[in-house]
Every structure is written in structure tokens, then in C-alpha cells.
């Protein structure tokens, strides 16, 4: 019987696939088709040049193996690469190879004597930090959990996370959500389960990165017009590390193409591991078929740390770094500082830091004097979420209430506090607390400044809200 390219290849195919990881070979051998035979060469085409260094990198063992087999040990490999310049819904690649170049689609041919070797391939997705082909995680490794001690406040959310590292992309908390306040740990619990995932399953690819980071990369692929060299870059990552995933927030290109890569993950049993300054149900510009599937997982929420979890954070940190405390002045810092885990260890950076240059004893007087400091520095870094969680409780109605449409009084009245004290309290702009106060314009905001001023110098009923909500929002 006569060797056809198609049959060579089909042969070679049962052959690697039995040699190889089954998400491997789904990934890297199903989009190859088979192109032309002629004496010992066999073409096969493959979607982008990324996709021909990655074989040549990892499979080209399997592939001399595969294809000595059926050709002897004359056999050569010719890979066509077609690429799109646009993007889309296109596919990567086609069945037809044009003879020349035709529009957008461009053809090009790389004969690959099959030999051993280990080429220095550049990544033509350059990401900074990342060299060539071999992915570095960016983890940090002192981020982990032996020292992301456990309280009530994030019990669930770091037995979620260990589950997680213990079986990526094997439980149902994929994607896994963490999200919480400024300074809660949602980083240090992200990079925790990547370090984890890293020391169990040396093999798998994990990747930490910021969404802010990966809009940047994007950008960047849409300019140089290799976007499909973006997508497939990501889709070979087994662990994929998004912090910060608000800030995706309005921006449609990037939350099309993470859409499409958070799919192909998903499906192909990878791990999607995400943190957000909020629940899903609070992010605002954000696809809603991007939510869904932030929901698919699960969402687990860091909160403040009570007082025990603080004095053990505390206590866990002097010993790590070797340093003596008394036990007054370590609950009193615990007392004092409730806002976030941030906080609490940088207050007594600065109580050793003042012991130690200026010669001084750690006294409970010193670690007033600090306490102080910080408490009057982070006072006034409330969110826009919180003012109005705030506003919410005290008027007795939820936050949706507070952004409806709705003209009634009292709820009118609630709106404008809430964008009173944003303004107050916040260094976001006038837009911007309209935006996430009921998707209002800046005159709005502007309005409802002027209207609180003039109601507390003539209502006693409403300067009493305003002198409440002062106090709860200064605590």
C-alpha cells in the first residue's frame, strides 16, 4: 500500500500519543494536519512559529522516534506555518496552503533536519522576566502557608486553597475566587497555593501574573499583530495566577481574549486561580458571561482578622525574624490596629525599627506613639464599596436599594451621603464615585455634595446622619 502524508502522519500520531500526556497531545499534535509526502519529508502544518519552537523544544525525541519509524533513518520533518494577521473568529490555521500569499494569510516553510537538540528559542511572546520558551512562575516562595496562619477570618478560604494545591484543576473549586479588602492576604494566599502546586507538581507550568500586567501583555500582542501567539502562550500554562482581576473592569479587548483562554483552560482541566477586591456580584464593567463563570467555582472571602489571628500573626512574625516582645505590647497592637494584616505587620516593623536605631527599649509607650501614627494614616483609606456598605446599614436598605433609580426621598438622601462621604473620604475623582455609585455623571456627585452641605446647616434630623456616619466611617 502506498504511503500517503495523511497516513505517515496518522501512524506517527498513534505513536506519540502513546508516549505523551493526553492534555500534551490534545494541545500540541491535534491541531497538526498532515500536508504532503514527498520521498523521506514529511509537511505537516502547525498554526504559528510559537507552535513550531514549542515542538521543537519538548517533542522532538518522540518526533524523530515516531517518524524514523515510518520513513527509516533518512526522514525529515518540513513544518508550514500559516498564520492569521487578523483575529477574530477565525481559525489559526487552514487546511489549504496558498502558493502565495493571499490577503492576510501568510505561508511559511521551515525544514527541520530531525536531530537532537535543544535550540535557543526566543519566546515571540516576550513577556519581561519570562526568557525564552521556559515559563517562570513569578512566584514569590516566602509567600506560603506556613506562614498564612489560619483564623476564622480565612479558614475557608485557605482550605480551599490547600485543596486546590493538593489536586489542580481535580476539584470544584476551579476557578477558585479569593477576594477581600486591602492588606487581607489574598496575594500571599495566591502565590501560597502556586508555591505549593509548584513543589508537588514540579512538571506543571504555574503562572502568576496581574491583571493589570496581562492587560499591559495584550495590548502589546495587538500592536505587534501577534495575538494568536498571546492566546496560545497562555493556553499551555496548567496553572494560571490572576491577581487583581477588577481591574479588568471596562476594558472589552481584554476581557474577550481572557474569555476565550479562561474557556480553554477550564475544559482542559487546568487550574484557574483568581483575587479580586470583591465578590463577583459587586464587580462593575465586567462581562457578564465572564462572571458566570467567576461563579463556577468557588468564592471564598478573606476578612479582618479577629484578635487571637492577629496576636498570632504577630507573634509568628517576631519569631520568624528572632525578635523578643512583651506580651502587653504585642496585644496592644493587636487592640489597636484591626484594619488589615498590612497594617499590623508594618506597625511593628516600625516599633523594632524605632527600638533598634534609635537605641531605644520597647516600651508600651513606644508602641503607642506608633499605633497612633498608623491609626491616623489609614484612617481616612475607606473604599466607595465600604462607604456605601456603611450608609446601607445605617439607613436599614441594601446597596442595590442605594444605587437603584428609585426618586424616593429617603433613598435619595442615602445616595447623596454615600457620595458626600466618597468624596470626603476617597481620592477617586467625581466620575468615578458617580460610576460606582449607581452608574451617575460627575454632575451628579457635584450636586449631592452641595445638597448635603446646605441640609446639614438647615435640617438638625440630617446633620445628626451626617455627625453618625462621620463617627462609623473615621473608626
Same mark, same amino acid.
Given at each position: 500500500?502506498?504511503?500517503?502524508?495523511e497516513?505517515?502522519?496518522?501512524?506517527?500520531?498513534s505513536?506519540?500519543?502513546?508516549?505523551?500526556?493526553?492534555?500534551?497531545?490534545?494541545t500540541?499534535?491535534?491541531?497538526?494536519?498532515?500536508?504532503?509526502?514527498?520521498?523521506?519529508?514529511?509537511?505537516?502544518?502547525?498554526?504559528?512559529?510559537f507552535f513550531?519552537?514549542?515542538?521543537?523544544?519538548?517533542?522532538?525525541?518522540?518526533?524523530?522516534?515516531?517518524?524514523?519509524?515510518?520513513?527509516?533513518?533518512?526522514a525529515r520533518?518540513?513544518?508550514i506555518i500559516?498564520?492569521?494577521?487578523t483575529y477574530?473568529?477565525k481559525?489559526?490555521?487552514?487546511?489549504?496552503?496558498?502558493?502565495?500569499?493571499?490577503g492576510?494569510?501568510?505561508?511559511?516553510e521551515?525544514?527541520v533536519?530531525?536531530?537532537?537538540?535543544?535550540?535557543? /528559542?526566543k519566546n515571540?511572546?516576550?513577556?519581561?522576566?519570562?526568557?525564552?520558551?521556559?515559563?517562570?512562575?513569578?512566584?514569590?516562595?516566602?509567600?506560603n502557608f506556613e506562614?498564612f496562619?489560619?483564623g476564622?477570618a480565612?479558614r /475557608?478560604?485557605?482550605?480551599?486553597?490547600?485543596?486546590?494545591?493538593?489536586?489542580?484543576?481535580g476539584t470544584?473549586?476551579?476557578p477558585?475566587?479569593?477576594?477581600g479588602g486591602?492588606?487581607l492576604?489574598k496575594?500571599h494566599?495566591?502565590?501560597?497555593?502556586g508555591?505549593?502546586i509548584k513543589d508537588?507538581?514540579?512538571?506543571k507550568t504555574?503562572?502568576?501574573?496581574?491583571?493589570?500586567?496581562?492587560?499591559?501583555?495584550?495590548?502589546e500582542?495587538?500592536?505587534?499583530?501577534?495575538?494568536n501567539?498571546f492566546?496560545?502562550?497562555?493556553q499551555?500554562v496548567?496553572?494560571?495566577?490572576?491577581?487583581?482581576?477588577?481591574?479588568?473592569?471596562g476594558?472589552?479587548?481584554?476581557q474577550?481574549v481572557?474569555?476565550?483562554?479562561?474557556?480553554?483552560?477550564?475544559?482542559?482541566?487546568?487550574?484557574?486561580i483568581?483575587?479580586?477586591?470583591?465578590?463577583?456580584?459587586?464587580?462593575?464593567?465586567?462581562e457578564?458571561?465572564? /462572571?458566570?463563570?467567576?461563579?463556577?467555582?468557588?468564592?471564598?472571602?478573606?476578612q479582618?482578622?479577629?484578635?487571637?489571628?492577629r496576636?498570632?500573626?504577630l507573634?509568628?512574625?517576631?519569631?520568624?525574624?528572632?525578635?523578643?516582645?512583651p506580651?502587653?505590647?504585642?496585644?496592644?497592637?493587636?487592640?489597636?490596629?484591626?484594619?488589615?494584616?498590612?497594617?499590623?505587620?508594618g506597625?511593628i516593623?516600625?516599633?523594632?525599627?524605632?527600638?533598634?536605631f534609635?537605641?531605644?527599649?520597647?516600651?508600651?509607650?513606644l508602641?503607642k506613639?506608633?499605633?497612633?501614627?498608623?491609626v491616623?494614616n489609614?484612617?481616612?483609606?475607606?473604599?466607595?464599596d465600604?462607604?456605601?456598605?456603611?450608609?446601607?446599614?445605617?439607613?436599614?436598605?441594601?446597596?442595590?436599594?442605594?444605587?437603584?433609580?428609585?426618586?424616593?426621598?429617603?433613598?435619595?438622601?442615602?445616595?447623596?451621603?454615600?457620595?458626600?462621604?466618597?468624596?470626603?473620604?476617597?481620592?477617586?475623582?467625581?466620575?468615578s464615585?458617580?460610576?460606582?455609585?449607581?452608574?451617575?455623571?460627575h454632575?451628579t456627585?457635584?450636586?449631592?455634595?452641595?445638597?448635603?452641605?446646605?441640609?446639614?446647616?438647615?435640617d438638625?434630623?440630617?446633620?445628626?446622619?451626617?455627625?453618625?456616619?462621620?463617627?462609623?466611617?473615621?473608626?
Amino acid at each position: 500500500m502506498t504511503k500517503t502524508a495523511e497516513s505517515v502522519w496518522s501512524d506517527c500520531l498513534s505513536f506519540i500519543q502513546d508516549n505523551i500526556q493526553p492534555q500534551a497531545y490534545k494541545t500540541w499534535f491535534e491541531p497538526i494536519k498532515a500536508v504532503k509526502l514527498t520521498d523521506n519529508a514529511l509537511s505537516i502544518q502547525v498554526p504559528s512559529k510559537f507552535f513550531y519552537e514549542w515542538l521543537e523544544e519538548h517533542y522532538v525525541k518522540v518526533l524523530k522516534v515516531a517518524l524514523t519509524k515510518e520513513l527509516g533513518e533518512n526522514a525529515r520533518l518540513v513544518y508550514i506555518i500559516k498564520m492569521e494577521n487578523t483575529y477574530g473568529n477565525k481559525q489559526p490555521f487552514t487546511e489549504k496552503i496558498p502558493s502565495s500569499n493571499r490577503g492576510n494569510v501568510k505561508a511559511q516553510e521551515v525544514d527541520v533536519p530531525l536531530k537532537n537538540k535543544s535550540p535557543e /528559542l526566543k519566546n515571540p511572546f516576550v513577556i519581561p522576566g519570562i526568557r525564552n520558551v521556559k515559563i517562570e512562575s513569578q512566584l514569590n516562595p516566602s509567600y506560603n502557608f506556613e506562614n498564612f496562619l489560619e483564623g476564622d477570618a480565612n479558614r /475557608l478560604a485557605r482550605s480551599a486553597g490547600l485543596a486546590v494545591a493538593n489536586k489542580p484543576g481535580g476539584t470544584s473549586f476551579n476557578p477558585l475566587l479569593i477576594f477581600g479588602g486591602v492588606g487581607l492576604g489574598k496575594t500571599h494566599l495566591a502565590h501560597a497555593i502556586g508555591v505549593e502546586i509548584k513543589d508537588k507538581y514540579p512538571e506543571k507550568t504555574v503562572l502568576y501574573i496581574s491583571a493589570e500586567k496581562f492587560t499591559q501583555q495584550y495590548i502589546e500582542s495587538v500592536k505587534k499583530n501577534n495575538r494568536n501567539d498571546f492566546i496560545h502562550f497562555y493556553q499551555i500554562v496548567d496553572v494560571l495566577i490572576i491577581d487583581d482581576v477588577q481591574f479588568l473592569s471596562g476594558k472589552t479587548g481584554t476581557q474577550d481574549v481572557f474569555f476565550h483562554i479562561f474557556n480553554h483552560l477550564h475544559q482542559n482541566g487546568k487550574q484557574v486561580i483568581l483575587t479580586s477586591d470583591k465578590a463577583p456580584v459587586d464587580m462593575q464593567d465586567i462581562e457578564q458571561r465572564l /462572571l458566570s463563570r467567576f461563579k463556577w467555582g468557588l468564592s471564598a472571602e478573606l476578612q479582618k482578622p479577629d484578635f487571637e489571628t492577629r496576636v498570632s500573626i504577630l507573634r509568628n512574625m517576631l519569631y520568624r525574624d528572632g525578635v523578643e516582645m512583651p506580651d502587653d505590647i504585642v496585644d496592644y497592637v493587636a487592640k489597636n490596629i484591626k484594619t488589615n494584616v498590612r497594617e499590623l505587620e508594618g506597625a511593628i516593623i516600625s516599633l523594632i525599627a524605632q527600638s533598634s536605631f534609635n537605641k531605644k527599649e520597647v516600651t508600651l509607650d513606644l508602641a503607642k506613639q506608633i499605633v497612633e501614627k498608623f491609626v491616623k494614616n489609614t484612617k481616612r483609606e475607606v473604599s466607595i464599596d465600604y462607604i456605601q456598605k456603611v450608609v446601607s446599614d445605617y439607613f436599614q436598605m441594601d446597596v442595590a436599594t442605594l444605587q437603584s433609580k428609585t426618586r424616593k426621598r429617603h433613598i435619595v438622601q442615602a445616595r447623596q451621603l454615600a457620595m458626600f462621604f466618597a468624596k470626603k473620604f476617597t481620592k477617586a475623582s467625581l466620575a468615578s464615585i458617580g460610576s460606582q455609585i449607581g452608574k451617575r455623571d460627575h454632575a451628579t456627585v457635584l450636586h449631592a455634595c452641595k445638597t448635603v452641605d446646605n441640609l446639614t446647616a438647615t435640617d438638625k434630623q440630617f446633620r445628626k446622619y451626617v455627625e453618625d456616619l462621620s463617627k462609623k466611617l473615621s473608626l
